[in-house]
């Protein structure tokens, strides 16, 4: 069914977010398990992603980044096959401008800390284990993470989908 696969993937986001932490990882986890595409490898270069990239909150939203990971598991140029004369690497970085401009549209961002200010009222940088206190206690992984991370696996699920690659 249509939508079905994008609302568990919002739904396992959602929970991975509030239980584990780790937006990219989170969304890139939600993601394999509603394609049933686990790979271990993937998820750990994962790691990283998180607030922005290494809880520093400068760069683009883990989320985002766990999504765009995903779809290139799923539709990425292969090592063997670098030079890529099918096209795969345009036919990915489409479907990241379709995920990034969901992102623009409801958060007026795809960086961390400008996602934070939208939804929390102000950025936080997470690396600072005072102000990821004040995160943490703010509901960043109460309320507000994981609602980022669940709408980042939903749109991707929505854009596999759309694509004929689910």
């Not at 994008?6 to 739904?11: I, L």
């Not at 993937?42 to 765009?68: E, H, K, M, P, Q």
């Amino acid at each position: 069914m249509p939508g079905d696969r994008a609302e568990r993937a919002y739904q396992a986001g959602d929970h991975y977010e509030r239980t584990y932490y780790g937006c990219g990882q989170c969304a890139l986890a939600a993601l394999q398990d509603v394609f049933d595409r686990r790979d271990d490898a993937v998820f750990r270069a994962a790691t990283g992603l998180a607030g922005g990239g290494g809880l520093a909150c400068d760069g683009s939203c883990g989320a985002y980044n766990g999504a765009i990971l995903f779809f290139g598991q799923l539709l990425g140029r292969d090592r063997d096959d670098f030079a890529d004369p099918a096209g795969v690497r345009l036919q990915t970085a489409g479907m990241v401008r379709e995920l990034r401009q969901r992102f623009i549209d409801a958060y007026g961002s795809v960086t961390c800390r400008n996602i934070q200010t939208k939804t929390m009222g102000r950025p936080y940088y997470i690396a600072d284990p005072e102000d990821f206190r004040r995160f943490h206690d703010a509901g960043a992984h109460d309320v507000y993470c994981p609602e980022v991370v669940g709408r980042a696996a939903r749109w991707a699920a929505e854009i596999v989908e759309a694509h004929g690659l689910g």
